[in-house]
């Protein structure tokens, strides 16, 4: 565990900013200020940038007030108890008082306890929030008087990344596809129901790829997809693990897939034969026992719809389902979704035999891939996301990135189409990293 504050903001040996809190200033400003809210951000290196944007509202920020990493087994615990610290030390002028104003924190946790990459919490220097008709800017400075107020103008586009090359990550998709099968096997011997298996690609481009290019990119052909950037992660999100608002919990699940073929008319009909199709129904229904069980007792009552629906997106269409419920003790968001992680979604039934055949036969490091990735505020709500359709930056080379995507494999799956569907969640990373 280690905090990494800036340099105008001292900490002792455990992580505890001591003398000087975080002032914190929220002032509306006019909700027309751009089309996109990720149109705003400066150029920054990837891990200066934050990103929670879907339909044009959300939140964006550049620059890190405070930071604060974890590892480990207690990454969620740790991670919590230092933003309980920060946000009720934090001094704090917020004139607008809706969630996401006032102190903000971004956060992305590893998939894996064992894994080295962790968990941050990042609160940037300057965020920029919009919700309908309503926007904001907050700007953060640690201990000392507050920097003057930034001027906010639509950013000249970023330039495209140079020469991208993809290449096998990990495992080749020919290998990949095996353990795939031995994975089938093992479900067939009656060991497991479910276990999400992924890979992962790697993208090297000719000199270091500006996020912003991402997030534009991501933003505009994803629009139903929360598109995110936290400390060098950025994808655009499908699944919503939980949002906390004003006492009310909402989880999108997702689980069982169809790629789309391009042409209307037919993926209506694909729309229909995912919706009826038992492999996905049962894979689903996995994800959505997992969700409802975890959320149940921090909800006093809640609402699980017994079927779901089919969610278009422009590279695949998913079974989803909309969980609710009425949050009845004050577990916070990053709580919560620590609580639920990881779902039957990203990881499988029942989760301790799931997690194993994972490690024994993945052959990789998931990183903070499927691992939870948003934001929360001082009062606790927030919303944290499912990190897929993502891509990981290089710890030391920005021009280097790492792709992932996986499945969900039951009783019925067979393994290439495994592999194609793997290749349709790939989709939209490798077209933001295109320049076509
Ligand atoms: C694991 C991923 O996606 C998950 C698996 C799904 C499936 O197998 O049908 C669908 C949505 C996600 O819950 C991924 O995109 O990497």
């Not at 129904?281 to 149940?296: G, N």
């Not at 017994?306 to 079974?319: C, E, I, Q, Y």
């Amino acid at each position: 565990m280690s905090i990494l504050p800036s340099p105008a903001d001292p900490a002792d040996s455990r992580g505890v900013p001591t003398a000087l809190p975080l002032v914190v200033r929220t002032v509306q400003i006019p909700a027309t200020i751009a089309g996109s809210l990720v149109d705003l951000l400066p150029a920054r290196g990837p891990r200066e940038v934050t990103s929670w944007v879907r339909r044009g509202d959300g939140l964006v920020g550049w620059g890190r007030a405070a930071a604060f990493t974890a590892a480990g087994t207690h990454r969620f615990a740790d991670a919590s108890a230092w933003w309980a610290q920060v946000s009720e030390a934090a001094v704090v002028r917020d004139e607008v008082r809706l969630p996401g104003t006032g102190v903000v924190a971004f956060g992305s946790f590893s998939y894996a306890a064992s894994s080295p990459s962790g968990a941050t919490l990042v609160v940037p220097e300057v965020l920029v929030g919009r919700r309908g008709s309503t926007a904001w800017l907050t700007t953060v400075a640690a201990g000392a008087q507050l920097p003057p107020t930034p001027a906010l103008a639509v950013q000249s586009p970023p330039e495209a990344p140079e020469d991208v090359r993809f290449a096998d990550g990990s495992l080749s998709a020919a290998r990949w596809e095996g353990v795939v099968a031995r994975a089938v096997a093992r479900i067939a011997a009656g060991e497991l129901d479910k276990v999400v298996l992924a890979r992962d690609l790697a993208a090297d481009a000719a000199g270091p790829v500006d996020p912003r290019w991402l997030l534009r990119r991501l933003a505009e052909r994803y629009e139903t997809t929360w598109v995110f950037a936290v400390d060098g992660l950025v994808g655009a999100t499908p699944e919503l693990l939980v949002r906390r608002e004003r006492g009310l919990v909402t989880s999108r699940v997702l689980a069982g897939t169809i790629r789309r073929s391009g042409n209307d008319e037919h993926d209506l009909a694909l729309a229909a034969s995912l919706a009826r199709s038992s492999k996905d129904l049962e894979e689903h229904e996995y994800a959505v026992r997992s969700v409802a069980d975890a959320l149940a007792p921090h909800c006093s009552s809640m609402n699980v719809p017994d079927s779901p629906f089919v969610l278009h997106l422009a590279n695949v269409m998913h079974l989803a389902t909309d969980v609710t419920g009425v949050l009845r003790d004050g577990t916070t968001s990053l709580g919560l979704a620590a609580s639920l992680h990881p779902s039957a979604a990203v990881c499988g039934t029942p989760t301790a035999s799931a997690d194993s055949l994972i490690d024994e036969v993945e052959g990789m490091d998931r990183g903070r891939y499927a691992g939870p990735v948003g934001w929360l505020d001082a009062t606790g709500d927030g919303e944290w996301g499912i990190a897929l359709r993502c891509a990981a930056y290089d710890a030391g080379d920005d021009a280097r990135l790492r792709l992932f995507a996986g499945c969900g494999i039951v009783a019925g799956s067979d393994p290439e189409a495994e592999v194609a569907e793997s290749d349709a969640k790939l989709v939209p990373m490798r077209d933001a990293l295109s320049t076509l």
